[in-house]
């Protein structure tokens, strides 16, 4: 599998009111964060360490008890005892709650907040960890709590675990999933992750997947909204950066960690990327709205395909007709012979029309087919790719290898939409 990305000029904007994330145009060229917005982290990690952080130790067992339901293994609850201690610097990775497959943008999220963590230690910071944090709740931020993948026709699946009957989930998922040559080995992963926690679910299978130095996982709160609660946890772990939640250059938000735009990224795959050429369309007009359906599919067709064939045709039957006057001066009169040409031709032309009639409509019919599925591809449900698309959906089509092509191609400092084309070697 061949990776390569373009850089498109949208970004991911918010509303005020309901924070739904959107794309739109860049309002300036500039799209990669400039060197002085790691000064804010800098500035930060110097404030938190002036003020001394530990947990009470009930509350420090309450979520060492949590994460060992997650994994047992020794290095995460140690960087949770590095955070809760106040011994190092978490980069916060807000996740949806309650929801156990994880989706694309909250991937692209952890990406981000691992090649943060990876920089500011380069920084000499100190001790950086990347915080797991299912934070979000369905309906907040406009989030719809979808986790889809798509199957071979085009049509959405929502395979978003959200409780209950595991055995049931894993039954209905084997028959969900498009079969390909990773469907075992991805179900496989799944089953042996599996837990009634949805929470637990989702961080299970973003450790499996995402087992970098310096991660773990903090346990969801049950009350308030993400902006409180980050604000309450702010002033009792060292917390640097939260991915997904802004620009560092805005400067450093009052009782908050600095911001740190996620990684915005729509994956194009072969298919896709073919009836973009076929349309002669570029991705960040479909992404932005810009493409209007009903004229991509007319695009290359005439617009009267009648008149073109009738102006065709009375070319053809004057030319014969020029025929017939120059063989009258060389002394030939083929009266018969040219009528029989002009009838043919009338015919042959009559029939040629109602093909042609007919073809264009079949090709417009077509046309409207691929296009259709063009936008379910580029824009499922009328949303951003990155806000339904299940990570589920690319690991059984791609297998485990897509993640370490989708890191080593992406740009992380950069807050242009990033279109990532996927392709046969």
């Known amino acids: 599998m061949s990776y390569r990305v373009r850089k498109l000029p949208l970004t991911t904007t918010r509303d005020a009111q309901s924070r739904g994330r ?59 005892r590095t955070l809760t201690r106040g011994e190092g610097f ?43 944090w299912p934070c ?11 986790s889809a993948i798509m199957q071979r026709n085009g049509e959405l699946e929502d395979i978003g675990f959200r409780g209950g009957d595991v055995a049931r989930y894993l039954q209905m998922l084997r ?3 498009p079969g390909t040559g990773f469907s075992s080995l991805l ?7 599996a837990d009634e926690d949805p929470d637990v679910f989702k961080a299970r299978l973003l450790l499996r997947w995402f087992d970098d130095e310096g991660v773990t996982w903090l346990a969801p709160t049950t009350d308030g909204n993400f902006e409180s609660n980050l604000r309450v946890w702010f002033r009792r772990i060292p917390m640097v950066a939260a991915v997904g939640t802004g620009s560092p250059t805005g400067g450093i938000p009052p009782g908050e960690p600095v911001p740190f ?17 076929k349309f002669a369309l570029q991705p960040e ?20 395909v009648p008149t073109v064939v009738n102006l065709a045709k009375e070319q053809v039957l004057g030319t014969i007709l020029r025929l017939e006057m120059g063989l009258e ?33 079949r090709e417009v019919d077509t046309n409207a087919k691929q296009l259709s599925k063009l936008f379910r591809y580029m824009l499922p449900d009328g949303r951003p790719q990155q806000e339904v698309m299940s990570l589920l959906h690319y690991l059984d089509f791609y297998g485990p290898d897509f993640l370490d092509g989708l890191r080593d191609v992406l740009q992380f400092d950069d807050v242009r939409h990033q279109a990532v084309y996927l392709a046969e070697e």
Do not use: C
């Open 22 to 80: 959107t794309l739109a145009r860049l309002s300036r060229r500039r799209g990669k964060l400039p060197k002085s917005a790691y000064t804010n982290f800098q500035v930060m990690a110097r404030r938190l360490s002036r003020h001394p952080f530990k947990l009470d130790p009930a509350t420090e067992s309450e979520l060492q008890a949590r994460l060992r339901k997650v994994s047992k293994s020794r290095r995460y609850s140690e960087a949770l």
């Open 90 to 132: 978490a980069v916060v990775v807000p996740v949806l709650k309650g929801v156990g497959a994880p989706r694309l943008d909250e991937v692209l999220r952890l990406l981000a907040g691992l090649e943060l963590a990876r920089q500011l230690r380069n920084r000499r910071i100190g001790k950086v960890v990347t915080l797991i």
């Open 136 to 146: 979000i709740d369905i309906g907040e931020w406009d989030d719809a709590g979808v």
């Open 175 to 177: 028959g969900t999933l």
């Open 187 to 193: 179900m496989d992963q799944i089953t042996r992750e």
């Open 261 to 277: 735009p996620g990684v915005s990224a729509t994956i194009i795959e072969g298919k896709v990327e073919s009836w973009l050429d």
């Open 285 to 304: 007009e479909v992404l932005a709205g810009e493409v209007r359906p009903d004229a991509a599919s007319h695009r290359h067709l005439p617009e009267d």
């Open 329 to 361: 001066e060389l002394g030939f009169h083929p009266e018969s012979e040219i009528k029989k040409a002009l009838t043919n031709t009338d015919i042959g032309f009559d029939k040629l029309r109602q093909r042609a009639v007919s073809e264009a409509s």
